[in-house]
């Protein structure tokens, strides 16, 4: 049995719903990519003996030298934040012009890449529990992440269920009569 929407949560259409989540997570995307790049530069300049005291409050050069200092794997983090959330701008932006051209192919990537994504979460979810120290935090950001991007997938997957493909669109614009019905959801 397929799961699939009739609208979105709000009471507002699939394909308004899909702008709505395409709009949310492409602005979270840039800003994680600008904090990312920020704390990056500021990780740089720290880690070269060369800050801008006038730039930076000395509490955050010094939690930023520390976490340099006791974190060995910090930069590495800071670094696969930019690139994860650069290629999210990419995937919401590749979502925004599959709703505009409605383009079932382009909300097929988004959907098989946040299914990646999502996946990944779980990952993290279960690999939360045996962290040391454990951190319910973290935890609670990852399962409430989880239940968002699956309500995100389900709304994107139904929004292209009601999308014709492109053999009866085809045939639409030919003016052709056809026998081929498009799947509208009860």
Not at 2 to 22: D, E, F, K
Request: with cysteine; glycine share 6%.
């Amino acid at each position: 049995m397929t799961l699939l929407l009739n609208q979105c949560c709000c009471g507002c259409s699939l394909r308004t719903g899909t702008v709505i989540i395409a709009v949310f997570l492409l602005t979270v995307a840039l800003m994680t990519t600008v904090y990312a790049s920020v704390v990056l530069g500021t990780y740089a300049e720290v880690a070269n003996d060369d800050p801008k005291p006038y730039e930076y409050p000395m509490d955050y050069l010094d939690r930023l030298h520390q976490r340099m200092t006791y974190e060995p794997g910090f930069k590495l983090v800071l670094i696969s934040t930019l690139v994860g959330s650069s290629i999210q701008c990419v995937l919401n932006s590749l979502l925004l012009l599959g709703v505009s051209k409605e383009r079932r192919s382009l909300l097929l990537t988004w959907l098989v890449s946040y299914t990646i994504l999502l996946g990944l979460c779980i990952l993290g979810f279960v690999i939360g529990f045996f962290r040391v120290p454990f951190s319910p935090v973290y935890q609670i950001a990852v399962f409430v992440n989880i239940v968002l991007y699956t309500y995100f997938l389900l709304v994107v997957r139904s929004y292209r269920f009601t999308l014709p493909d492109g053999q009866h669109a085809a045939m639409l614009i030919g003016g052709e009569e056809t026998n081929i019905k498009p799947v509208f959801l009860q």
